[in-house]
């Protein structure tokens, strides 16, 4: 029995403000790190690691909102990074990090945004889009089906319909979680739960180089 991936649609799962994971089958956890240091925006950033804390110990370290921490770990074959601070919006530049057939999965949900902004999903192989799509599947926010490569696209697709999704009369915390459940059986997604909630793990203050 694993934790899988459903409950981080949770109230504040992991941390006030949302949850941000990146998830990766190919590379160890540090170079999981380092690659996503590498893409954030703005000057340079280096990696300094802070021993092994926990979250709260992390936030405490963090001075102000826009500074950033990040948590790392594996769970079975995949390596997880897990973004503390003012993470909204920093990531995603380049390289990319499924460069070298890496294969990348990254969740994330600005939970406190005002908007409101939807959680989102995507799995990326070695530069491919395989599936991305928004957990609260609402088409306000674009979705109109699952994106990316037809084929993989459409596997999933027909896990949502399979599912009863998407359902406008739903409440979206339970199309969150049950879009998780999807995703979590599809791709055999699972990360620690009380590792990461209540646990210790190698920790970096993401600093400018």
């Known amino acids: 029995m694993t934790d899988g991936i459903t409950w981080l649609a949770a109230p504040r799962s992991i941390a006030f403000g949302g949850y941000s994971v990146v998830m990766a089958h190919g590379l160890t956890p540090k170079e999981l790190v380092g690659r996503l240091t590498e893409t954030l925006h703005g000057p340079a950033h280096t990696a300094v690691p802070v021993g092994d804390l926990t979250g709260a110990e992390l936030l405490a370290l963090l001075v102000?909102?826009?500074d950033i921490g990040l948590r790392y770990g594996r769970s079975g074959a995949w390596s997880y990074a897990v973004a503390y601070g003012g993470w909204m919006g920093e990531f995603g530049g380049?390289?990319?990090?499924s460069r070298g057939g890496v294969d990348i999965c990254h969740l994330e949900f600005e939970e406190e945004n005002g908007k409101p902004v939807p959680p989102q999903f995507a799995y990326v192989r070695d530069e491919?889009?395989?599936s991305a799509f928004n957990l609260h599947l609402d088409g306000s926010w674009g979705y109109d089906g699952v994106v990316g490569e037809p084929g993989a696209a459409a596997r999933v697709q027909a896990g949502l319909t399979a599912a009863g999704l998407p359902d406008e009369a739903a409440d979206r915390r339970d199309v969150h979680r049950?879009?998780?459940g999807v995703v979590e059986r599809?791709?055999?997604l699972s990360l620690p739960r009380d590792e990461i909630?209540?646990?210790t793990l190698p920790a970096v203050l993401l600093e400018p180089a």
């Open 94 to 97: 380049l390289p990319p990090l």
């Open 128 to 130: 491919v889009v395989l």
């Open 178 to 180: 049950t879009a998780l």
């Open 64 to 66: 102000d909102y826009e």
């Open 197 to 199: 909630v209540t646990g």
């Open 186 to 188: 599809h791709f055999g």
